[in-house]
């Protein structure tokens, strides 16, 4: 059997064509040399095909049976535009630059009329045709640069504007070549010419300029919905050279450049039709370097261009190639949704739909293409085999599929089909690792809570190695307690009451003798995985193993609910399902006699009752201000109820935290009790005591930082999500509340207790490890959003306390089925699930965020924006920590999201507390700056022209520097601006600090008059700051050094300031007469040029008109009121 290249699992879409419109351009006598298809165009309802004879045939795309046809003697149809939210209408430009604007009068089965004709481009090329998204207009654009506008008055706007007078045309703009794409959204005209874009907002008449960078040829640009850009404003996207793509905000400004040159060396996907076998290489190709001759959104997510190679599709977002097929001869592309209607040069058609590849299966199945459905599975078998295709494409359809192929002709087909067949799991299985081993003898349900109930069909087994296995974790709940009920009654005997304890009932203090039987029968000098288990003991283990399951899975679920409300309603729902959870928290011999119950059981109550007596205590003293108020009163009564807290859950087993004279002990019962991965973590542990006991010659020194080294990982240790005793609303409040306290005055054991071997004076390990293990052993108690924001604020500089954090919520969210679904999609999914499934203001939402990051880093980031504040920027420095470039992009595209007249304000409430303000400057402008070389010179001094210089994150500067702070502050920032050399930032806060001479010493090093120009110009105020300033000028050094502008060209940079323009500035402010005295004083006269003295002259004049106008305008006004007297 020969091998069938296989495609990737990184492809799931494709297109594919299902049908031939060759037919239809048949019946519409479209597909001779003389008359031809020569312009298309798609709505929800028609698809509209020009002809080079004039026509344009309307075709309604369900069955494609009802037609239109509508006549023009102007031309040839050379664009074509229909309406997009009012199928009845549709625009066509001709071949001698009219604009005809159609009404079908479909709905009212009336007769086609033209609403408007429009010679506005008569003689012209009209190359771009678009409408407006809410009212009935059409943008045109034309071959030298003209957008007009043409707003239609037709009967249904009859009522709405019968008040208004319409202008029927209105020239939009001039741009300066060629039009090469229009288009339009949410008041805003995007404008794509061969040399840049333009932003125009029709409605207010103002525009914007796309880029500082001009381009050459046929590019494209597009809007992308804001509902798809996940933000509150639409995104535009335009096309660069070599297959570049600009992401810019609704306001115009470049956000990032998208490179995709290298991304397409990939080989390209085939297109499945019927008229060809799909081919696959899988040899890649070189990188290609294209330009986009226009950009169209398709579907939800994603830009669809083209060249004369193929069509390539993107997923800008993410930027990513979701594929690109190899369809030559493309003349132009209409689309709807999904559906692309490519136009050939030879005048045919094509009809693709892109699709996931399961459904293409599916759809090729319904139309019973069977050989074509079969190689397309072979091809796509990796996409199929993941679960959510084997949702749509089950494995009876796969079979269905091949008892219709031929043996005789498809026999390689269905070897392959077989080979697809057997690697489809169902879909019950494999789900996750945990359903996925169990075996076929088992079946579950799945309960409200959604814990997953296994029933089990080997219930007459008692060996030791059923009991060892799974299987024993398949019986109902019930069924597996009575189990375990009579097992204990037949090994009591020989082991003791004392060895089924689990690890919530095991106590230091009751009955020694039944520990020193434990002993005997569990000898602690063989290696745990050595040891054999009795059958007790290995129930012990599986029944622990699914009560800690349940256990997660409840405390999970209560946490996504969120208030305690919700909570209660849950358990009073189910409160059977609770009672039994309950019953296996508490301890793991379910049903006793009373006097067992006297010797076995631990002092659970007395010891939470001494918990709830102290707590109490702790609460009504912290109602004292006096030591509320008084930090060393209160951190006092927090030790003293910390202490009691220690004693308490001191006898729970939980990551080799336990007392140091029981730690043998303990680790051997309850080592029965941990699943695999607990093991795993145990005996880790006991291997590094072991080597710490063997090193005990070693000073202590060595000892105290192979202690802090080993704890000190974030990831060591299991979390405790679940409280081991069952613990009242009132007194689990209170305890959250005095675990937040210790967290947040840092008031935490001094002591692990799991290092039993080092010195009492070496168990003082810094702040951040014990607040690691106390996040890890009271996870359970913590309100984890106040949580959250104490350690943002106390643990800035210890990235091992937030990371602790994220491993606990992690440990929570591990068993949501969003957070398990997010494990296999892309970052469309994830942000869709995240969005759909998780509550905003869920304290597990940062979980989910982390997770998605880890995924995709800085692309899941730009994301995060529509989650604030849920997320905040706080939330996601800390999330890259270690990329600050990351965390700086985002809060830049964060406050890009705002309105313009919002973002200082925004910025403003950003800022909690005031001292992120410097880390965000300093952030701001040591990131995507120039080089400190191009700004300052060896002096210290800018270097002319300097300020002119590109930053990244200028704006985010310049907002930064405008928002009100102390004086203290403000000098701090103009330090910083001043070191980077960003002298834009530098000049306004020496306005704002009143250092007016240090801002003008330094507008003279930097040589541009245009910053003394204009209503934002530094222009001296005194006679004192303009002899400064001339003063300046005559001492600075004259050497000529050539300054390139920003674009290199040495004619076209800023114009130099020197005496002559500095003084015009000053005639212009002060009057040639006192400006020439000024000049006189300094000794600056000789210097002036004719120029000056013309200028003088012609400001006198000026000056003296000036004059006699406003004392004829008051002669008049005085007449005026003498005559009303009068």
Same mark, same amino acid.
């Given at each position: 059997m020969t091998s069938v290249p296989v495609i990737p699992d990184t492809y799931s879409h494709v297109l594919a064509e299902f049908e031939s419109l060759d037919p239809l351009l048949t019946a519409l006598r479209l597909d001779s040399s003389r008359l031809k298809c020569a312009s298309v165009a798609a709505s929800r309802k028609w698809l509209a095909l020009g002809s080079t004879g004039g026509g344009l045939h309307l075709v309604q795309k369900d069955g494609w049976k009802q037609r239109l046809f509508l006549s023009h003697r102007e031309g040839a149809i050379s664009q074509i535009a229909c309406c997009s939210h009012d199928d009845d209408f549709v625009a066509v430009a001709t071949s001698q630059g009219l604009v005809i604007v159609w009404e079908l009068n479909h709905e009212r089965r009336g007769k086609p009329e033209r609403v408007h004709v429009s010679s506005e481009h008569k003689g012209r090329k009209v190359t771009a045709l678009c409408w407006d998204t809410a009212v009935l207009r059409v943008f045109v654009g034309d071959h030298v640069g003209k957008v007009s506008a043409i707003k239609l008055n037709t009967l249904k706007q009859a009522k709405a504007a019968a008040t208004f007078v319409m202008f029927p045309v209105q020239t939009i703009t001039t741009v300066d070549s060629c039009v090469v794409q229009l288009d339009y959204s949410d008041g805003r005209l995007l404008v794509s010419s061969l040399t840049r874009s333009f932003l125009c907002d029709t409605e207010r008449e103002k525009f914007w300029r796309i880029g500082s960078k001009e381009r050459d040829g046929e590019y494209g640009a597009c809007f992308f919905p804001a509902k798809c850009a996940g933000g509150q404003q639409p995104m535009i996207y335009c096309a660069r050279p070599g297959s570049r793509m600009w992401e810019v905000n609704f306001d115009g400004e470049v956000l990032s450049t998208h490179q995709f040159k290298k991304l397409l060396s990939l080989p390209p996907l085939p297109v499945i039709t019927a008229r060809a076998e799909p081919q696959y290489d899988h040899a890649g190709g070189c990188s290609q370097s294209l330009a986009f001759p226009k950009l169209l959104h398709l579907s939800e997510h994603c830009v669809l261009t083209w060249t004369e190679k193929g069509i390539y599709i993107f997923i800008p977002q993410n930027v990513q190639v979701l594929l690109w097929s190899e369809v030559k001869d493309i003349q132009d592309v209409a689309v709807y949704k999904n559906e692309l209607f490519c136009l050939h040069f030879n005048g045919k058609i094509s009809h693709l739909s892109l699709l996931s590849v399961e459904r293409c299966v599916e759809r090729l199945l319904r139309r019973g293409l069977w050989d074509l459905a079969a190689r397309t599975c072979c091809l796509f078998q990796n996409s199929l085999i993941t679960s959510r295709a084997r949702k749509t494409l089950t494995a009876d359809k796969l079979e269905h599929l091949k008892s219709q192929l031929d043996l005789a002709i498809c026999s390689e087909l269905i070897s392959h089909l077989d080979e697809l067949i057997l690697k489809f799991e169902p879909l019950d299985s494999a789900c996750s690792s945990r359903r996925s081993s169990i075996s076929s003898h088992e079946s579950f349900s799945i309960l409200d809570s959604g814990i997953y109930r296994i029933i089990s069909s080997r219930r007459g087994s008692q060996s030791d190695e059923d009991s060892c296995s799974l299987h024993s974790q398949t019986f109902s709940e019930d069924e597996r307690l009575k189990e375990f009920a009579s097992h204990q009654e037949e090994e009591q005997p020989e082991q003791g009451c004392g060895a089924s304890r689990n690890k919530d009932s095991v106590s230091h203090s009751p009955v020694p003798s039944e520990m020193d039987k434990t002993e005997a029968f569990l000898p602690f000098n063989i290696p745990l995985p050595f040891r054999s288990p009795s059958p007790l003991m290995s129930l012990q283990a599986v029944k622990e193993s699914v009560s800690s399951f349940v256990r997660k899975t409840t405390e999970k679920i209560g946490t996504l609910h969120g208030s305690p409300e919700l909570k209660e309603t849950f358990e009073s729902k189910d409160a059977e399902q609770a009672h039994e959870e309950e019953a296996r928290a508490d301890a793991c011999p379910v049903e006793e006699d009373p006097e067992e119950k006297k010797i076995s059981q631990p002092p659970e109550e007395s010891r939470l009752e001494e918990l709830t007596a102290v707590t109490a205590e702790a609460m009504t003293k912290l109602l004292d201000p006096l030591v509320l108020f008084e930090p060393k009163s209160l951190r006092m009564v927090l030790r003293e109820w910390l202490s009691q807290l220690? !004693?308490? +859950?001191?006898?729970?087993?939980? #990551?080799?935290?336990?007392?140091?004279?029981?730690?043998?002990?303990?680790?051997?019962?309850?080592?029965?009790?941990?699943?695999?991965?607990?093991?795993?973590?145990?005996?880790?542990?006991? /291997? %590094?005591?072991?080597?710490?006991?063997? /090193?005990? %010659?070693?000073?202590? /020194?060595?000892?105290?930082?192979?202690?802090?080294?080993?704890?000190?990982?974030?990831?060591? /240790?299991?979390?405790?999500?679940?409280?081991?005793?069952?613990?009242?609303?009132? *007194?689990?409040?209170?305890? #959250?509340?005095? @675990?937040?306290?210790?967290?947040?005055?840092? $008031?935490?054991?001094? #002591?692990?207790?799991?290092?039993?071997? $080092?010195?009492?004076?070496?168990?003082? *390990?810094?702040?951040?490890?014990? #607040?690691?293990? +106390? *996040?890890?052993?009271? +996870? +359970?108690?913590?309100?984890? !959003?106040? @949580? !959250?924001?104490?350690?943002?604020?106390?643990?800035?500089?210890?990235?091992? $306390?937030?990371?602790?954090?994220?491993?606990?919520?992690?440990?929570?969210?591990?068993?949501?089925?969003?957070?398990?679904?997010?494990?296999?999609?892309?970052l469309s999914t994830g942000l869709q699930l995240l969005d759909a499934l998780v509550p905003s203001d869920s304290p597990l939402l940062i979980a989910f965020a982390t997770r998605l990051y880890d995924r995709f880093g800085e692309s899941a980031l730009r994301a995060f924006i529509k989650f604030h504040p849920s997320i905040s920027p706080s939330d996601i420095a800390q999330l890259c920590a270690h990329h600050p470039a990351q965390f700086l992009a985002y809060l830049d595209s964060l406050v890009k999201s705002r309105p313009e007249d919002q973002r200082p304000s925004f910025l403003e409430f950003l800022l909690q507390p005031e001292s992120l303000r410097l880390d965000w400057l300093l952030l701001a402008v040591s990131h995507d700056a120039p080089p400190s070389t191009s700004t300052v010179d060896d002096e210290g001094h800018p270097r002319p022209h300097s300020h002119l210089l590109s930053w990244g994150y200028s704006q985010l500067v310049l907002l930064l520097i405008k928002l009100p702070a102390d004086f203290t502050t403000k000098e701090k920032m103009a330090d910083i601006c001043r070191s980077y050399g960003f002298w834009p930032g530098y000049l306004t806060l020496c306005l704002e600090l009143e250092r007016r001479r240090e801002a003008f010493a330094n507008i003279v090093y930097l040589n541009d008059i245009s910053l003394m120009e204009g209503d934002n110009g530094w222009i001296p105020e005194t006679l004192e700051e303009w002899k400064l300033l001339l003063h300046l000028l005559q001492n600075k050094n004259a050497r000529p050094v050539p300054q390139e502008s920003l674009n290199g060209s040495l004619s076209d940079g800023p114009a130099p300031l020197n005496v002559e323009s500095v003084a015009l500035l000053l005639a212009k402010a002060m009057g040639p007469d006192r400006a020439w005295s000024l000049l006189q004083e300094c000794g600056l006269a000789p210097e002036l040029s004719e120029k000056f003295t013309r200028t003088c002259d012609i400001l006198r004049i000026a000056e003296r008109r000036q004059r006699a106008l406003i004392q004829g305008m008051l002669e008049k006004c005085d007449r005026f009121l003498w005559s009303q007297q009068a």
């Open positions: 220690e !004693k308490t +859950f001191a006898m729970e087993d939980f #990551a080799g935290i336990s007392s140091t004279s029981d730690l043998p002990v303990n680790s051997s019962v309850d080592v029965h009790c941990l699943s695999e991965s607990e093991k795993r973590v145990l005996d880790e542990d006991s /291997g %590094e005591e072991t080597r710490v006991s063997s /090193g005990a %010659e070693e000073t202590s /020194g060595q000892i105290a930082r192979e202690s802090v080294s080993g704890l000190g990982e974030p990831s060591s /240790g299991i979390f405790r999500v679940c409280p081991p005793y069952t613990i009242a609303n009132s *007194l689990q409040k209170d305890l #959250a509340e005095l @675990a937040a306290l210790c967290l947040e005055l840092n $008031v935490l054991p001094s #002591a692990v207790e799991s290092s039993g071997h $080092v010195d009492g004076a070496l168990q003082q *390990l810094p702040p951040e490890i014990l #607040a690691c293990h +106390f *996040l890890k052993k009271y +996870f +359970f108690l913590l309100d984890l !959003k106040r @949580a !959250k924001e104490s350690i943002k604020i106390s643990y800035t500089n210890s990235p091992y $306390v937030w990371d602790t954090l994220i491993e606990g919520l992690k440990e929570m969210a591990s068993c949501n089925p969003a957070y398990v679904e997010m494990e296999k999609g892309d």
